[in-house]
Each structure stands twice: as structure tokens, then as C-alpha cells.
């Protein structure tokens, strides 16, 4: 992640602004949690005590909504911020079994700066788009090193579009769903320049297709790659070691 990422998400100002908005600007934004859970639940169902590693974590929604199904989940939570690691204190302040720590992907990449046990199941959520192909690629192996054998690797993310005529028509959904969500909540405000800003930030130029991060998985190893769910620029895919 460019270190002006890394400094915008340790404002505690941008991440209030960016957990409040979430609903609206990410599509379908509860759905992919049903989803994730349902993929846990078919996957880990039988298994107690799984453990669990929540990459980029921000407030703690995914470990939050995993414990709903199973409550007896060892979860470990890493985020390179602060504000945001004390937002997924707060909402998971009532369960045991959870630990956080703050590092940047760039941190846990570097050998030896970050030590990390073996985990059941690895998932993320918007974190890994803002790094480079070769970052991703990087955090792909490194996630593969941490999984346990037939450990699985989910990431729920925004993609790049492969054609410009797609992207023009995923970004109309994307505009749509904003539209519905603003009136269904009787919201107003800049929500129209979501989409604007996300063509504008510098993480655009990081993004990679669909495709081609689910060929990096399978370089590294994982078995089993696919996309489970798609709408748009927004996916979620994985594999299983």
C-alpha cells in the first residue's frame, strides 16, 4: 500500500467517514457477509475452534459476523490502523479467543517483523485491492505459508474490469445501487462522488482483473480457485491450500 494510503486509514476522521458510509458505497454489502458465512458454515461447520486470521480487518465486521455462526472461533485480527483496531475492539469486546494487532501488509511481508501461527481459514475484505500486482502476488504466497493443509483463502474485494465497455456498465450498477440505497435511507449528502474518487484515488491503478488474481492463486498452490460471488467491480473469490 503507498505510504499515503497507509497514513489516510491511521486517520481517525477517514475511518469514522469510511464505516459510516459503508452500507451505501459498497454493493451488496450485506449480502457478502451472508455469504461469507455460508461459506464457513459449509465449509467449517463440523470443526470447533477454528482459527481464524482477519487481514486488513478495519472494524471487525467479517470476524463479527463468522463468530455469529460459530462462537468458538480463535480469531487473530490485523489492521495498519489504530483507529480502526480499536473500532473492532469495541465490537468484539465481548467474546474471547480474539487478538489484534497492528501491521500494514508491507510489515507482514517483511521477513521476521511479524510472527504469525498456522490458521484453519484466511479472509479479507477491501484491503488487498490497494496493493501492486506484485504485493498481491506477494501476500498470496505468504497467506499459503500460513494455512493449515485444506485451509481456505477468501477475499472480498473490488476488481478491474476486463474492458472498458464492462467497466463503463459495472460502474452504472455501482451508481444505481447508491441511488437506491440513499433513498431507502433518506440519506443526502457527497455520496454521488464515491465513484468519482474511486476512479481518482491512486489504488485504481493497482487493481488487477479478476482473472488474473485468481491465476496468482493458483501459481502459488491454492486448489479449488474460483469466484463465489460477483456484482460488478465488487467479487468474492478464493482457494484452498
Given at each position: 500500500?503507498?505510504?499515503?494510503?497507509?497514513?489516510?486509514?491511521?486517520?481517525?476522521?477517514?475511518a469514522?467517514?469510511?464505516?459510516e458510509?459503508a452500507?451505501?458505497?459498497?454493493?451488496?454489502?450485506?449480502?457478502?457477509?451472508?455469504i461469507?458465512?455460508?461459506?464457513?458454515?459449509h465449509?467449517?461447520?463440523?470443526?470447533?475452534?477454528?482459527?481464524v486470521?482477519?487481514?486488513?480487518?478495519?472494524?471487525?465486521?467479517?470476524?463479527?459476523?463468522?463468530?455469529?455462526v460459530?462462537g468458538?472461533i480463535?480469531?487473530?485480527?490485523?489492521?495498519g490502523?489504530?483507529?480502526?483496531?480499536?473500532?473492532?475492539?469495541?465490537?468484539?469486546?465481548?467474546?474471547?479467543?480474539?487478538?489484534?494487532?497492528?501491521?500494514?501488509?508491507?510489515?507482514?511481508?517483511?521477513?521476521?517483523?511479524?510472527?504469525?501461527?498456522?490458521?484453519?481459514?484466511?479472509v479479507?475484505?477491501?484491503?488487498?485491492?490497494?496493493?501492486?500486482?506484485?504485493?498481491k502476488?506477494?501476500?498470496?504466497r505468504?497467506?499459503?505459508s500460513?494455512l493449515?493443509?485444506?485451509?481456505?483463502?477468501?477475499?472480498?474485494?473490488?476488481i478491474?474490469?476486463?474492458?472498458?465497455?464492462?467497466?463503463?456498465?459495472?460502474?452504472?450498477?455501482?451508481?444505481?445501487?447508491?441511488a437506491e440505497?440513499?433513498?431507502?435511507?433518506?440519506?443526502e449528502?457527497?455520496?454521488a462522488?464515491?465513484?468519482?474518487?474511486?476512479k481518482?484515488?491512486?489504488?485504481?491503478?493497482?487493481?488487477d482483473?479478476?482473472?488474473?488474481q485468481?491465476?496468482?492463486?493458483?501459481?502459488v498452490?491454492?486448489?479449488?480457485?474460483?469466484?463465489?460471488?460477483?456484482?460488478?467491480?465488487?467479487?468474492?473469490y478464493?482457494?484452498?491450500?
Open positions: 500500500m503507498p505510504e499515503s494510503d497507509e497514513s489516510r486509514w491511521a486517520d481517525k476522521e477517514f469514522r467517514k469510511y464505516l458510509a452500507d451505501v458505497q459498497i454493493v451488496e454489502r450485506r449480502r457478502l457477509l451472508v461469507l458465512k455460508s461459506f464457513y458454515k465449509f467449517f461447520g463440523g470443526k470447533k475452534q477454528s482459527r486470521l482477519d487481514l486488513g480487518c478495519g472494524d471487525g465486521v467479517l470476524t463479527a459476523a463468522l463468530l455469529e460459530d468458538s480463535s480469531a487473530t485480527l490485523v489492521d490502523s489504530e483507529a480502526m483496531l480499536n473500532k473492532a475492539k469495541e465490537r468484539l469486546a465481548g467474546f474471547a479467543g480474539v487478538r489484534f494487532i497492528r501491521a500494514s501488509f508491507q510489515e507482514l511481508l517483511r521477513k521476521g517483523e511479524v510472527q504469525l501461527p498456522v490458521f484453519d481459514f484466511v479479507s475484505a477491501f484491503a488487498v485491492h490497494h496493493l501492486t500486482t506484485g504485493e502476488k506477494a501476500l498470496f505468504y497467506i499459503y500460513l493449515d493443509n485444506r485451509g481456505y483463502f477468501v477475499n472480498l474485494d473490488v478491474l474490469a476486463p474492458a472498458k465497455a464492462l467497466e463503463d456498465w459495472y460502474l452504472q450498477l455501482w451508481r444505481e445501487w447508491i440505497r440513499q433513498a431507502a435511507l433518506k440519506l449528502g457527497g455520496y462522488e464515491i465513484i468519482r474518487n474511486y481518482e484515488e491512486s489504488h485504481y491503478r493497482n487493481l482483473t479478476l482473472a488474473d485468481l491465476d496468482a492463486l493458483k501459481e498452490g491454492f486448489k479449488g480457485v474460483d469466484c463465489f460471488y460477483k456484482y460488478g467491480v465488487f467479487a468474492i478464493g482457494g484452498r491450500k
